[in-house]
């Protein structure tokens, strides 16, 4: 991005656009860097091992708006001059910070009063504001546990609310975790209270046929079946019930689902499609958002099954080698590594396999040496040229 563009969207001068990139390039993660070319524009430069939502996290878990978020809730009602004790600021520029980030706050329907010169977060119900705590956690540490819990805290969690998704017991976890994290909450039983409601949470009628319909219309793309149906169920039950607790839908930090899901549509865009026409159509039935529940749900999707490749289009590969059987289990693995054959069924057969071959259609034979005349076959080098990769692509 040319640097006057970001001067303009950011509202500041070119030496604080160079002074952030120095700053950025000295504090995050060194994989992850950015620069300034010759043409003054802006450049991210990815490492092979670096990984933009790490950075995020980052800056993120290091702005002042959440060091203020989780410095009201830690310690509700003290004085400024407390909090800018805490933060290792100023109170003039945390008054400052204060006054920034109240309408962001209020967009989520969070509000930091000041009564008697005592601050405090809240929101229209105290299930409102610890929601939007545990949303923001998720964002910010992913299945990862925040330094205030450990892994003990968890494991006894789990036996108590034992829950098949993980995504679903963590969030739980961490709802409970900020319903106790005063001490005067723990007496009051916040969470079970919550945990009753949650349980029963009404669903839609037609959840067994709208999900039964899914299996049927997804099974040529996703590794799934109709025995995979309470799994199935289990997503659309955890992302319903999220999206009726979310009275804003809109992420507090970052989509990170977003980018996985805009990665998918780039790399598989037929595959993307089709699955994205009966997921939509599926949301729709079960009266579910799309403006933010589609990210999330798509993505718990396709870690639970698979996309494949369409079983019309799935091939039976025969592999010969005049140079041998270990010559032929080298084909064999360049052709999965180097052509992405990775999803077809590779067999590697010896010459007097073609005595009682019959060549069937979608079969592709391929050989090192010229077969008879009654074998269709694609010759193939002895060490596989990038002229085969077309070719063998092309016929896949």
Do not use: W
């Amino acid at each position: 991005m040319p640097i006057t563009d970001l001067m303009t969207y950011l509202n500041c001068s070119k030496s604080t656009i160079l002074n952030d990139i120095d700053y950025f390039n000295n504090h995050f993660s060194k994989s992850i860097t950015l620069s300034v070319n010759k043409k003054q524009h802006v450049i991210l430069n990815c490492g092979t091992s670096g990984n933009i939502n790490q950075v995020i996290r980052e800056i993120s878990l290091s702005s002042p708006g959440v060091q203020l978020v989780k410095i009201l809730f830690a310690y509700p009602n003290q004085s400024i001059f407390f909090y800018a004790q805490k933060l290792f600021t100023s109170p003039a520029t945390l008054y400052r910070t204060i006054k920034k980030f109240t309408p962001i706050l209020k967009e989520a329907g969070l509000v930091i009063q000041n009564k008697q010169k005592k601050y405090r977060l809240i929101s229209d119900s105290d299930i409102e504001l610890y929601i939007f705590l545990t949303k923001g956690l998720e964002e910010l540490y992913a299945l990862s546990l925040p330094e205030f819990t450990s892994a003990k805290d968890y494991e006894a969690f789990y036996q108590l609310y034992p829950f098949h998704l993980e995504e679903e017991q963590h969030f739980l976890f961490l709802l409970k975790e900020m319903m106790s994290f005063h001490p005067a909450n723990r007496k009051a039983n916040l969470f079970d209270d919550f945990f009753h409601i949650y349980k029963e949470i009404p669903m839609p009628n037609n959840l067994i046929t709208v999900m039964t319909r899914f299996i049927q219309q997804t099974q040529m793309f996703l590794d799934i079946d109709f025995n995979q149906l309470d799994d199935i169920e289990r997503l659309f039950i955890f992302v319903k019930k999220r999206e009726i607790l979310f009275s804003n839908h809109e992420s507090i930090f970052f989509n990170r689902h977003e980018t996985f899901v805009s990665e998918l549509a780039e790399q598989r865009p037929f595959l993307f499609k089709q699955l994205k026409t009966e997921l939509m159509t599926a949301m729709k039935e079960l009266q579910m958002s799309s403006d933010y529940s589609f990210d999330y749900l798509c993505y718990l999707i396709l870690i639970t099954f698979p996309l494949t490749q369409p079983k019309a289009n799935q091939r039976n590969i025969y592999l010969y080698s005049d140079l041998g059987k270990r010559h032929g289990n080298f084909l064999a693995q360049a052709l999965v590594t180097k052509f992405n054959l990775a999803l077809t069924n590779i067999t590697l057969v010896t010459f007097e396999f073609f005595d009682t071959y019959v060549y069937k259609k979608g079969d592709m034979v391929i050989s090192t040496v010229q077969l008879s005349e009654d074998t269709p076959c694609m010759l193939i080098n002895d060490f596989p040229l990038g002229g085969n990769s077309d070719i063998i692509n092309n016929n896949t």
